[in-house]
Structure formats: C-alpha cells, structure tokens
C-alpha cells in the first residue's frame, strides 16, 4: 500500500454540490485540503433537473453566499435564464430560481477548485475510510493509495452501493452510469453506522430540434438585475435568455402508463429504496392521483452547447420502450427523439441522528457527512451542509468553537436540526413551510443574518464584507431620514396619496409611517420628497419589507424570544440520562441514541414529551445546585 | 413552560365552599390584579406590604360590573410561595363569581396555569427542594392523564366533531397556500383562491357557534335566569307553583350571587332554572306596568329564559301587546294559561312574532300543558336532541377556540385587504395552533403530510 506523501488537514470524500462548498471552505479557512472524486470530469454535476432555487432552496443559496460559500457565484456565472418566483405571495417566500448552463456550471466550480491554492483536486475512488481508536486518520482508494488526513468529510451523494434501475434492468453505477461505491458502505457499516436504503429518479431527456415548440407554451425568464450572489447586486442582468416551455400529458400518456404498469420496479417490488414524494415519478402520480388527465411537464434547456431537452415532471423507472411510446403522446413530442431513458437509482444513506449539529459523527471524531449521503435531495441542500462541514472542520482544527446555525437564524440551520434530532423517512427536501420563523428567513437578509458569522469564521472576502458594512450603513441612513422626514397634510401631499389610491393625511406624519402602507413604494415616497437619495433596490426591499411587515416580524421576533431560552440551555456532553430520574423509557433511549446539544432540541425529538422535559429541566437545576 | 407569563389559576377545589381562592403569580401579576380590584381607600396591590391583604369588589374594568367582594393577599418577590409577584384572591364559593374572576384576570393578559406550574415556578425559583419536585412530576404526569381522559371525554361530542371540522377546513387552507408558495409552478388542483373566504368565513362561523355553546353550558353550570312575566292574575304564581310541584323542585337559598335579591333555583329534569326577582312575582306586582323602566329593561336582558304568560279567558289587552313587544322573541316562550275556561283570545295576532312551538297552551290549575312547558324550555336551553346537549364547558377550550377565531378573523380580514400569503399563513397557522390544544395536532409535524397527500406535487 502506497502512503501518499503530502498529509492533509481536511480530505473531501467526493466533489459535488456539498463537497465542493465542503472543500473551499476548509482551503479558504487556512487548511491544506484534499478533494478525491471518482470523475474529474464531473466535479459540481446536476444529474437531476438543470436549474438551481425556488422556494427554500434559493434561500439557502442565498444564505450559502452570505457565509462565503461559492455557490450563488458559480450560478450567476453560468445561468441562461432567471426568474423570481412567488413575488405576490410576499416578500418571505419569493425566492430566484435559475436555469444553468450543466456544462458551463460544471466547469467554472472545476476550475475555481483548481486554482484555490490550499486544494488538491484529483480523481480516486475510495474504498475505505482509514480509523484509530476512534478517530478519523485518512482514506484508502481502489488504485492502492493511502491518503492521511486529520478531518474526513463524506459527500458521496448517490453513489454509496448506486444501482441504477430502469425498467427490467439493473445495474450498479452512480448517477449517469459513473461508478459505484460499493466498498466504501461496507467500510462505513464495520465502523458502526446506521446505513438506510433510499431512491431518486430522473426524467428522460429529448433532442430539442425534434421538439415542436410551436405547439407548447414559451416560459421566458424574467429581465432585471436579479444575481443570486449578494456581490452582484445591481449589476446589469443577464441577457440573452433561454425559455423553458410547457406542455402536458394527456389520457393517452396515462393509458399507456397503465398499461404497462405490471413492468414497473416501483409497483414490481424492484425498487426497495424509499423515494420523495416530492418529486414522485410519472407513474407513480398516474396511480395516485387517477382523476388527474393531465399533468405538466416543463421542457428545459440543458445548456447552450447542447441540443439535450430536461423534461421536468417526468422522472421515470418505466423500461425504456414505454418511455419512448408515452412520450411521443404528449403534445409537442410528437415526433421527439429521446436520446436518454430517465431512470431510478437507488443508494445508501446515512441515518442522519447519529451525528452533531457540526455534522461531526459521533461514532468517530474528525468524520463529518454532508449532501445527500445524509438523505437529503436537492443541490442547494447538500451546498448547505457541505459548507457547514467544511467550516466546522476548519474550526475544529483551529480549536474554535464550532458554527451551529439555530431554526431562528437560517434554512441551513432548520435543514441540519431536522436531520440531527428527527432523521428523515425520505429524502429530504428543503420547503419553506418547514421554517417556524419563515418572515425573518428572508432571501433579502441573508447577509444580514450570516455575514457577520461568515467574516468572524474568516470565509467572507474582504471585498463582499466591505460591500456588506456600505449597504448596512445604507440602511440604516434611510432608516433615520425616513424616520425624521415628516410630511405635512397639504393639499399637494394628499393629491398624490390620492393618486396612489392612497388616504390623505391630517396631521403630519413621518416618511416611514406613509411607507407603511401596502399601495405605497419608494418610487412613490420620491414623489411626496424629492430630496431622497438614490439607494441600491436590495436596500429598497430591504427597508420596505422591514417597514411594511414590521408588526408581524417583531411577533415571530418574541416568539424567537422564547424559542431561544430553551436553545440556550445546554446540556453537558457528558450528561447520563440513567440519572435522570422520571424519563419515561422511550424518552430516555431517544435521549441517549440522539444526544440533544440543548433542552431545547431535546424537545423536538419525536417522542420525547413535556413532561420528560420538565424532568430533565430538574435534573439539570439540582445538578446546577449540588455544584 | 414561559416564566414570564402571569398565570392564574382556582386554587381550591371546584364546587360550592364558603370561600375560594384564585391565585395569580408572575411579574405582572399585582398589575394585572390592580386593573380589577377596587377598594374603599384606593389601595393599590402594587403598593402593598408583603403579606398584607385589603378589602374590596372585583369589578369588570369597563362597565364596572361587580363579579364578587373579596379579600386579597399581596406577594412580593422572592417572599411568596413561588419566588415571583403573587396575589391570592379570596372571594366567595361558589363557582359563578370565581370564574368570573378567572375570565377578568385572563382577559386583562394572564395566562390560565398549566397543571402543576406554580409549584414548578416554585422549584425554579429555588424555593422548593428536590423531594418536593419530584413529587411535581408524579402531579404533572397524573395531570395530564387526568387531562387526557377529559380530552377523550370531550371527543365524543359534539364540540370536538365542530373542533374537528373548523381545523380540517383551516388545515386544507394551509395546505394550499404552503403547496402554492413552495411549489408555484405545480398546478393545485381542489381549491382555489376564491373558495378563501369562504372556507375563513364558514370556520369562523362555526368557532362562533361553538364559543356560544360555551356561554349555554355555562348558563347550565350556573342556573339559567329565567323571568317569569305577565299581567296580575294570569296565573305566573300558580305557573311557578305548577312547575315546583311537578318538578318536586330542589329549592335553595343562594345568597351573594347578584347581591340584590335572594332567587330561587328549581331543578327541570337537571337544568337549574334560576328565578329572577321572584319576590316581585309573588307580590303580584304588575310587572308590565314597569316596562319601559330601567330595571326591568335590564332585568329582561340579563335573563336566559322569558316565560311570558296570556290570560286565555280575558282577551288580548294592549298590556299584553306592549309585553310581547318588548320582549326578546329569541329567549322567550309565550305561555297561555287557563285554557280549561272560556277562550276569548285571538293568537293570530301573535303568531307573526313567535312560531308554534314557541306558543305553549296550559292550565296551570289543573296541571294541562304542563309537560309540553318543560319540553319546550329543554329545548330552548339544550337544543333539538339530547346528543347536542355537550358544551364548550372547559375554560382552558373556550380560551383556545376564542384565540382561534381572533385569528381566523385577522387572516380573513387580511386576506381581503390585499395582505401577502405568507403574512396570512401566520394567521392560519395561529388559528390552527390555538385548536390543536384542543385536538393535539401540531403544525411542524404535519404540513407536509398533509400538502402531498392532498396534491400531486413535482417536477
């Protein structure tokens, strides 16, 4: 066995979405960094949908830029189309959503990991994670090399024991037939993980010159400066934009569906993973919902150097001829040429209680897992834990505290607490609903809720901070005037509040006061004082969203209050929940096997009621007391 | 647990005593007190020495209406059995004016304490030992089971299934705005935005229905009012007596219950029936010659029950006119008596303003028609069918339905001023929050269930 010569300070298990962000961190926080991937020709791939955002998983792209994280960069680089979505529904759940060039995508991050001067980038499969007396020491590949390093991250992503199923056939492969990861399970398991079998699937996908699009419906992007990347705020948007378009099925699709059905590995018992029900395949919403006639189906562009069509809402297991016949029902697709059956794959995932809220393990010290190996889906979701990984390596190295984000602070935060105290029966997919305090979780703020963590870690540039402290000072300088400027009740400024469809005033009242009110913009508070300065619109929406909703924020804002008493309150690493007196059983085994970092995380593990609480709340004042 | 709410709570145990204690704890607790309590030298609890007490009337801040005379005893911090700011409440024992005190302190901001939370302050606050707090555990755990057979009790009524209905609806609204923010490109099929309103509406309808049975059951608690009104001699002392006789009427002396009068309570197949003002009746005043004056006015308005009765024998006299005028049709049943004498009376003229049922015939003298009286008062107090005859009885529920419906009407009201979905949600999700410590469901666990069970979602 060959023992490489240089020794790493972080080596990265895989180089897609999550370990990417993992990689970069660690490297940009100071630490020599390895990242090993089975293909370099794959680094930051999107095997799925070729488009990044939407609801929640915008917000945590955001929140990834506000930390430092490269992806918001790397999309605003590469995106061929754009939209914000969700603008009526308010200013919390809007949220960009972008279509990529895959290609492009794919190569910018290669590079940007390339030219990081702390990272080693190189292909290698590995096969065996290398532990001494419980601590993390390195990696073994397929090929015979031994790589030493003191922190391990695991973001395998789909490729632990991947078997690719499509229709009758299977076989064993990651995502787009690259390799499988078989031994690396095996290593996983004798060092005493908890592993769960879990399935995705993808869609077919379709040259677009046999596509009739005259018979679709365009669905252009939208123009504006709109950047997932707080640094690129106000720039000039993108141009040249690439439409997606829609199209539907059709009773005809769902016949053949049905008649085929008895060949599906969903129904046929094939498939024992456990898939979204998100993100369910045709078939499978065919079955359940057999009222439906029709269902959408969104066709995307893969990139600009490509002819290769995405055919979003069709992910499939069907064999390969049923897709071909179903396919050339649906309108448009006539005469479509599939030039890749879509297909399901299933993989093994970790069973996510058994680690930190650093995504530390507990099994081993120094071994982080981040992405979909933690049973996530979603490309923003394995950012988001790739670069809380990569940082509290890094901090852990340097023997500083490590970076937990609560439910209150981020969508990262709500992702890893959902999965370190709860686990998760399926994929687990990011969605705004599942944030309590949804109105501060704004995609407008990320930077004001991470920024300052992101520079106190030393990830953010030095540009991005500088950047951050003017639009802050910003905001905080048209807070005060609005404040200050107080508009009188002349006939001239009721004229235009009328106009506006608007009250008139009678008595005089303050800039920020009329901005109050729903109908009211900044454009129009320009009218009623000229004298206003020109700001940036990230400090526009910023203020209106603060001002406008202000009576509700300061609600979740108490509510956070009270969320933070319990989160506050610690428990010692060291707790024994035997001593516990009065836990009920059940309680006490989902205690010991989740090991809650607060009272108030304890709280939320299934099963653990108030009363345990209250029990363990005694405990601990007797213990503060005997002390 | 918060332990900066003030909570309040009865401290001694429900039913009839001669005294009853309401105890207050939290750092608002005298403020919360001083709203209420009145006292002949304008003492101030929050003046007050440590374990001191004053005399004095707790009133409805507002109208001024007096819920009972009282003796309170003032607290201060850390002096006090749970280390904070307390007031002990002693009024009188009977339910009516406790829990009137209970609803004065709730309304003006404190809490209604959990099962077993003074004495948990008490621990936190380091005034207990560990013995004692285990013992608090054993009182919560039995709390709770106590709590939950009341809550399986209240399951099989009427209440839940309304509960029941009100939070599938609020549910099914939640479920499509959470589907439409975070999918806003799958098409929701089963809703749409138009049925809003709708749906808010009906659910606040329904929560109102069920607050107001809130207000029956608690008119059964405490005896319905009734008020037994007429011309002189038409027979409302041999209706009174009838309805003793029959019913082999319970009687009994409550003193203090309204301070002015001494009442009768009589039991009609276990309703109390309160008699207001029955001394007048005796007298064979003229109760009709006094309407238009206040206090009858009022005496009407404050009673659950008017039994109004017609002389059949004499004809209808413009008295009578000016009675069924001024008495509320919706609470009132018009009793003709004598009915085994001479009928001279035209009821068409009456017919328009009460329906049949609502006009009862009887001969009080000879006991006729008595028993269609005390089916029809059943009714009008129970309802329709026996089944129905289960309240919102609990004031820890009719402090959840009530926040409910504040909050289904902020979210409607919302809704139709033009308010963004996600702000709505915050409402709905109070809503549902409110009625889930009625029927245990919690949003977090549930949403997405319910979002992919009731659309097809995804791309």
């Known amino acids: 066995m060959f023992v490489y010569p240089q020794s790493y300070q972080v080596i990265v298990i895989g180089a897609g979405h999550a370990g990417c962000e993992a990689a970069l961190s660690a490297a940009k926080m100071g630490f020599k960094t390895l990242v090993l991937t089975i293909d370099l020709d794959h680094v930051a791939f999107m095997p799925c949908n070729p488009s990044l955002g939407g609801p929640a998983k915008g917000h945590i792209v955001r929140e990834i830029d506000a930390l430092g994280g490269e992806m918001g960069h790397n999309i605003d680089a590469t995106m061929i189309q754009v939209r914000m979505l969700n603008t009526r529904k308010g200013p919390a759940v809007q949220a960009l959503r972008a279509q990529a060039d895959k290609k492009k995508y794919h190569l910018r991050m290669k590079k940007v990991l390339e030219e990081e001067s702390n ?34 991250i695991l973001t395998t992503g789909t490729f632990l024991r991947g078997r690719i199923i499509i229709g009758e056939t299977t076989f064993e492969a990651g995502p787009n037939q690259q390799l499988s990861a078989k031994e690396l399970s095996r290593s996983l398991q004798e060092n005493g993980f908890t592993l769960k079998r879990f399935k995705t699937g993808t869609p077919p996908r379709v040259l677009g010159r046999t596509i009739d699009y005259e018979k679709t419906e365009p669905q252009p992007g939208h123009s504006g400066s709109l950047f997932f990347s707080f640094m690129h705020e106000g720039r000039e948007g993108i141009q040249g934009q690439l439409p997606c378009h829609l199209t539907h099925t059709n009773p005809r699709t769902h016949a053949i569906i049905n008649e085929n059905i008895h060949r599906a590995p969903l129904f ?36 600009l150097s490509t002819q290769e069509m995405y055919l979003s809402g069709l ?60 049973g996530t889906s979603g490309y923003e979701e394995a950012g988001g834990q790739g670069l809380i990984a990569g940082i509290n390596a890094a901090l852990s190295l340097k023997g500083e505290a490590p970076l937990i984000l609560d439910r209150a602070q981020a ?111 900044w454009v ?72 809650p970092r607060s009272v108030g995380q304890a709280g939320r593990i299934n099963g653990v009621s108030p009363a345990d609480i209250t029990s363990l709340l005694i405990f601990l004042e007797r213990k503060k007391r005997n002390d | 647990m918060n332990r900066e709410d003030t909570i309040a709570a009865l401290a001694t145990p429900p039913g009839i005593g001669a005294l009853g204690i309401i105890r207050v704890s939290g750092p608002e607790s005298h403020k919360q007190v001083d709203r209420i309590f009145q006292n002949p030298q304008q003492k101030k609890i929050k003046e007050m020495k440590g374990y001191t007490a004053a005399y004095g009337r707790i009133c409805e801040p507002e109208s001024g209406s007096l819920a009972d005379e009282v003796v309170v005893l003032v607290m201060h911090a850390p002096h006090s059995y749970t280390g904070e700011n307390m007031v002990e409440i002693i009024g009188h024992g ?72 009100s939070s599938d609806r609020l549910w099914e609204v939640l479920a499509y705005c959470e589907a439409s923010i975070d999918f806003p490109e799958d098409e929701l099929d089963g809703m749409s935005l138009e049925d809003f309103e709708t749906y808010l509406k009906r659910v606040e309808g329904d929560l109102e229905d069920a607050l107001a049975t809130y207000s029956r059951g608690k008119a059964l608690r405490e005896g319905v009012r009734t008020t037994i009104i007429g011309r002189p001699n038409v027979g409302k002392s041999t209706l009174l007596n009838a309805l003793l006789g029959e019913e082999r009427a319970l009687v009994t002396s409550v003193p203090g219950t309204t301070r002015d009068s001494v009442e009768e309570i009589i039991n009609l197949d276990g309703i109390p029936l309160r008699l207001i003002d029955t001394a007048g009746l005796r007298e064979t005043e003229d109760e009709v010659e006094k309407l238009g004056v206040d206090r009858t006015l009022k005496l009407l308005e404050r009673s659950d029950l008017i039994l109004a009765v017609l002389d059949s024998t004499t004809g209808f006299t413009a008295e009578d006119e000016k009675m069924l005028e001024t008495i509320p049709p919706g609470k009132s049943l018009v009793v003709v008596n004598k009915i085994d004498l001479e009928e001279k009376i035209d009821l068409s003229r009456i017919k328009g303003h009460f329906s049949e049922d609502e006009i009862l015939f009887i001969s009080a003298r000879e006991g006729q028609g008595l028993a269609n ?87």
């Open chain 1, 411 to 521: 969508y990262i935060g709500v992702l890893i607490d959902d999965l370190v105290t709860k686990g998760t029966e399926e994929p687990y997919r990011m969605l705004t609903s599942r944030a309590e305090y949804r109105l501060l979780l704004r995609q407008d703020n990320a930077d004001q809720r991470l920024s300052p963590l992101g520079r106190k870690i030393g990830l953010l540039s030095d540009n991005q901070w500088k950047l951050f402290q003017e639009k802050q000072q910003e905001i905080e300088m048209v807070l005060g005037l609005l404040e200050k400027i107080q508009v009188k009740p002349t006939p001239e400024v009721n004229e235009i509040l009328q106009e506006k469809g608007s009250g008139g005033l009678n008595k005089p009242v303050s800039l920020k006061e009329i901005f109050r009110r729903p109908e009211i913009t």
């Open chain 1, 119 to 152: 990272l080693d980038l190189k292909q290698g499969l590995v096969t065996k994670i290398l532990v001494e007396e419980g601590k993390i020491r390195g990696v073994e590949t397929a090929t015979g090399i031994k790589y030493l390093g003191q922190k391990v």
């Open chain 1, 524 to 595: 129009d508070l320009l009218d009623l004082e000229p004298e206003l300065p020109k700001i940036r619109k990230g400090v526009q929406e910023q203020l209106e969203t603060t001002i406008k909703y202000e009576g509700y924020i300061e609600r979740q804002k108490r509510e956070i209050e009270h969320f933070k008493k319990l989160e506050n309150k610690l428990l010692p690493d060291e707790i024994n929940y035997e001593d516990v007196p009065n836990l009920r059983t059940e309680a006490r085994e989902k205690l010991k096997a989740v090991r």
């Open chain 1, 315 to 374: 992910p499939t297991s069907l064999p390969e001829d049923v897709q071909f016949s179903f396919l050339r029902t649906i309108t448009g697709l006539e005469r479509v040429d599939m030039v890749r059956p879509g297909y399901a794959i299933e993989y093994d995932v970790i069973d996510t209680r058994q680690l930190n809220l650093t995504l530390e393990t507990r099994h081993i010290e120094g071994l982080f897992t981040a992405g979909q190996v933690n």
């Open chain 1, 268 to 303: 046929s018992g094939v498939i024992e993973g456990t898939g979204p029900r998100y993100c369910p395949s045709i078939e499978d919403k065919v079955v359940s919902f057999p009222n439906k006639n029709s269902h959408q189906i969104f066709i995307e562009p893969e990139g």
């Open chain 2, 94 to 165: 009977g339910p009516v004016p406790l829990q009137a005190i209970l609803e004065l302190l709730l309304d003006g901001g404190a809490r209604l304490a959990e099962p077993g939370e003074f004495t948990r302050r008490a621990f936190f606050n380091g005034k207990m030992d560990l013995a004692q707090a285990e013992a608090v555990v054993d009182v919560i755990e039995a709390k709770t089971r106590q709590g939950l057979q009341l809550a399986l009790d209240q399951l099989e009524g009427s209440l839940s299934r309304l509960v029941k209905a």
């Open chain 2, 373 to 459: 009286v005390r089916a029809a008062i059943k009714k009008r107090i129970i309802g329709t069918s026996e089944k129905e005859g289960i309240w919102v009885s609990n004031l820890r529920h009719e402090r959840a339905l009530k926040g409910a419906l504040k909050s289904v009407q902020a979210a409607r009201e919302g809704w139709e001023q033009g308010v963004t979905m996600d702000l709505v949600v915050v409402d709905i999700r109070g809503a549902l929050h409110c009625l889930g410590q009625i029927t245990g469901e919690t949003i977090s666990q549930d949403i997405s269930r319910e979002i992919f069970s009731r659309f097809c979602i995804g791309k």
